[in-house]
């Protein structure tokens, strides 16, 4: 499942986008310029201290579990980059205890020189009071090795949730900036990633990329065999934004492919949950509620794929 392709009646653009899952896994890799991202989405740290304080419900921690897991996919695949498109925590507000100590431990096993970005999802609300100084709800923040928290990796930014385009300039990480929309600001003509977390409408300027990644909606599907029986399964979700639902938001006047019928609107991809314990929306099932606000009408000729790379096809028909 390679997301590649060349945008059409885009000035000075001609590079190609490559987001292709790593077999078996809830992640996947992204090629940006000449710099590798590793792309996940819901980890949820903590999410069992969460679901005995929210529910009653006393769920051994695999915190080790879902770091081991993280660890062997940043060896088996060597980004230069890790990407969590939201929802890295689990609790809404501060990090509690857990939580912070399954933080603190998964970064500190990270490489030395990894970067870090984190979209911030509403699972994310108070990242920046562990991760770097927060700059407001709609800044970016970021921190560099030497300040207070002093992890040995490299940069760790936190961007706002509606998104960025990777590869874009440091002076505008929040993607708002209108010039960011040709794709070319600060000499960056490979920005062909978009990255959001899906609670919100994305951000112009992840919308302007040859594909869109995001998380929040945790897409699994329902599977029945011959003699009725049937299991649940994460799945991955591909296909093109359909503009329809973009079209009467100020927010995106002057999008390409809102204005001009011969560009074509962004590839989508929507992660599967890194967390396996965490459950989703039952994507094939009649009358299942999307949590996107731009989902399922945003997403035209989808198709489901389960992480072995299976090819469900169509997903409302499965």
Not at 139 to 163: C, Q
Not at 189 to 203: E, N, Y
Not at 239 to 257: C, M, V
């Amino acid at each position: 499942m390679t997301d590649e392709h060349r945008r059409s009646g885009r000035s000075g653009r001609s590079t190609v986008a490559r987001v292709e899952p790593v077999p078996g896994e809830p992640a996947a890799t992204a090629t940006v310029g000449a710099e590798r991202a590793l792309l996940v989405a819901d980890y949820h740290a903590g999410y069992e201290a969460g679901l005995r304080y929210e529910r009653g419900v006393d769920v051994p921690s695999h915190a080790p579990e879902r770091r081991d897991r993280l660890g062997s996919l940043l060896e088996r695949t060597d980004p230069d980059r890790l990407v969590v498109c939201g929802d890295l925590m689990h609790s809404i507000g501060d990090p509690g205890g857990a939580e912070r100590g399954e933080l603190e431990v998964l970064f500190e096993g990270f490489p030395p020189s990894l970067d870090v970005t984190v979209v911030k999802g509403n699972h994310d609300g108070g990242i920046e009071t562990w991760l770097g100084a927060d700059d407001g709800p709609e800044s970016p923040s970021a921190f560099e090795p030497g300040s207070e928290t002093d992890l040995e990796i490299g940069s760790v930014t936190i961007v706002s949730g509606d998104g960025i385009a990777l590869g874009q300039g440091e002076d505008d990480r929040d993607g708002h900036g209108d010039d960011t929309r040709d794709g070319e600001r600060n000499g960056h003509g490979d920005r062909t990633v978009g990255v959001c977390h899906g609670h919100t409408w994305p951000a112009p300027a992840a919308l302007e990329c040859d594909v869109l990644c995001l998380g929040h909606e945790h897409p699994c599907v329902r599977l029945e065999d011959e003699v009725g029986g049937s299991r649940v399964e994460r799945a991955w979700l591909r296909g093109r934004l359909d503009p329809t639902p973009f079209r009467d938001r100020a927010a995106y006047e002057g999008l390409s492919w809102l204005e001009d019928s011969t560009v074509e609107p962004p590839r989508i991809v929507v992660l599967p949950a890194f967390n396996d314990l965490v459950g989703g929306t039952w994507v094939n099932v009649p009358n299942q509620s999307f949590l996107s606000p731009f989902l399922p009408a945003g997403i035209a000729d989808g198709e489901a794929y389960l992480l072995d790379g299976t090819r469900l096809g169509p997903y409302e028909s499965i």
